[in-house]
């Protein structure tokens, strides 16, 4: 906890964060351009007020990830957790794979997947190149590239922001924990990140991570070897293969505005129905126009930018009013940056 040190200490720690964070952000925003410029030939436009109104919202992303830091929510060590190492070795690979990802834009390829897959496997919706990324989710590239591609795109905070569902899962362990490991379930958990940094805020947690390609699963097993209370599995969130009322907590990142308005619907019932009454249950995904502000420009640049065909009727689909509408009470919505994190409970009377 940042509290036990002396404030010099404390303040020295703080500004090596921000320095941090603002290299990543001038490094990033520097690789965007340059891939704008070379596939759409030309720069964003944005006006003084844009541009005002995303640098406060990144500050304000680094004060509450400091101060949950301070507080002891999280260890402070999860603020300088980036593989720089790691991102540094993949980055030639990705910089090679961009023309591709050029290419499948101009041409408007979002079927270009292995052939070696058996697409029969997944449903329609899923047999794409989200954002013209290489094989889509489905190949072992695509999964040891994601997470370099997603800190480039969101300016370095993309661990940042995933990490803002941390505060409410251990607020509801310190309540509701009765003495035993919280069984935490992760739903779409991608490669592990997430998960990961739940676990050092909860080392005594039991972690379940879901995802429906094996690929991404594959180097989430590797990222959480050294977890004995994790475990892995592979499936479709519309039909999750796990007992009813078996976890305390149920999270998933950045979901559901890659899912079509029927598949939301379904994946909600499943996390209501895997989750035990009184549970607590958070998503975080992309803002919605209600909580955007100035940064709306920037939610309709997205689909625009990405193959995400089904963000703008995600835009439209609040996710407060329909976890309410899925039987949930709804706590609270906040905003993290690009990201909004929704808080909500099982009610114990169903």
């Given at each position: 906890m940042l509290g036990s040190m002396t404030p010099l200490v404390a303040e020295t720690l703080r500004w090596a964060y921000r320095g941090q964070q603002e290299a990543l952000r001038g490094t990033s925003a520097a690789v965007q351009r340059l891939a704008r410029r070379l596939a759409l030939g030309k720069a964003p436009a944005l006006t003084p007020a844009h541009v005002h109104a995303l640098r406060q919202s990144f500050q304000e992303l680094l004060r509450r990830d400091y101060a949950n830091a301070a507080a002891g929510i999280y260890p402070a060590s999860l603020l300088f957790q980036i593989p720089f190492t790691t991102y540094a070795r993949a980055l030639p690979r990705l910089a090679r794979d961009l023309p591709n990802v050029l290419r499948r834009k101009l041409r408007g390829n979002w079927k270009d997947l292995p052939r070696e897959v058996d697409l029969r496997e997944y449903p329609p919706y899923y047999r794409r190149t989200f954002h013209w990324q290489s094989d889509g989710y489905l190949s072992r590239r695509s999964a040891e590239l994601y997470d370099v591609g997603v800190e480039l795109l969101f300016g370095g905070t993309a661990d940042v922001m995933r990490r803002q569902i941390i505060p409410p899962?251990?607020?509801?362990?310190?309540?509701?924990?009765?003495?035993?490991?919280?069984?935490?379930?992760?739903?779409?958990?991608?490669?592990?990140?997430?998960?990961?940094?739940?676990?050092?805020?909860?080392?005594?947690?039991?972690?379940?991570?879901?995802?429906?390609?094996?690929?991404?699963?594959?180097?989430?097993?590797?990222?959480?070897?050294?977890?004995?209370?994790?475990?892995?599995?592979?499936?479709?969130?519309?039909?999750?293969?796990?007992?009813?009322?078996?976890?305390?907590?149920?999270?998933?990142?950045?979901?559901?505005?890659?899912?079509?308005?029927?598949?939301?619907?379904?994946?909600?019932?499943?996390?209501?129905?895997?989750?035990?009454?009184?549970?607590?249950?958070?998503?975080?995904?992309?803002?919605?126009?209600?909580?955007?502000?100035?940064?709306?420009?920037?939610?309709?640049?997205?689909?625009?930018?990405?193959?995400?065909?089904?963000?703008?009727?995600?835009l439209r689909d609040d996710l407060a009013e329909g976890l309410a509408e899925a039987g949930f009470h709804v706590r609270g919505t906040e905003r993290a940056f690009l990201s909004k994190v929704v808080t909500a409970h099982r009610p114990c009377s169903a």
């Open positions: 899962i251990v607020a509801h362990a310190r309540i509701h924990g009765h003495g035993r490991p919280l069984q935490v379930l992760e739903v779409a958990c991608g490669t592990g990140r997430a998960g990961a940094q739940l676990l050092r805020a909860l080392p005594d947690a039991s972690y379940t991570g879901v995802d429906l390609s094996p690929y991404y699963i594959e180097v989430a097993r590797e990222r959480l070897a050294g977890s004995p209370r994790a475990s892995l599995v592979t499936a479709n969130a519309e039909a999750l293969p796990l007992p009813d009322a078996s976890f305390d907590a149920v999270f998933s990142v950045y979901l559901f505005h890659e899912l079509p308005r029927n598949a939301r619907r379904k994946v909600w019932s499943e996390l209501r129905r895997v989750l035990r009454p009184g549970g607590c249950l958070v998503i975080e995904d992309s803002l919605q126009p209600k909580d955007a502000g100035e940064l709306a420009i920037f939610l309709e640049r997205f689909p625009e930018d990405m193959h995400e065909p089904f963000y703008r009727d995600y």
